[in-house]
């Protein structure tokens, strides 16, 4: 079992910048693949970007392509989301999720793919 903490959320102007931190315990870090999703009122729980175990592998959700990167720090256990140009559509709550993985290559998209979540961090983009 790994449980993860979400940091770093707040209230941004548009165009503004963000990164979101996900820190790990319990288990290896490194087995798991990550993944990062955010979630409205009302509105189902959606994919925002992913890395596989040996984070050469990153994924992104198309209208977070070339603004957001996802990266991970094994040595600290620890998975981030740097998000730049930020907009008001992306004010959501930020989860991160975790997945053991026997492939390191593999990356994951959808939420009940990932069985390990955090409790998530409030990003707010103002226009």
């Known amino acids: 079992q790994v449980q993860l903490g979400e940091s770093g959320g707040g209230l941004v102007q548009a165009g503004g910048s963000l990164r979101l931190a996900c820190a790990a315990s319990g288990r290896t870090f490194s087995n798991y693949a990550m993944g990062w999703f955010r979630q409205v009122p009302g509105k189902e729980r959606e994919f925002v970007a992913t890395i596989s175990r040996s984070g050469g592998n990153t994924y992104y959700e198309d209208s977070v392509r070339g603004r957001f990167t996802i990266s991970r720090d094994d040595a600290k256990n620890t998975v981030y989301l740097q998000m730049n140009s930020l907009k008001p559509e992306d004010t959501a709550v930020y989860y991160c999720?975790?997945?053991?993985?026997?492939?390191?290559?593999?990356?994951?998209?959808?939420?009940?793919?990932?069985?390990?979540w955090g409790q998530g961090t409030q990003v707010t983009v103002s226009s």
């Open positions: 999720a975790a997945r053991p993985s026997g492939d390191k290559g593999s990356y994951y998209l959808l939420p009940n793919e990932y069985p390990f």
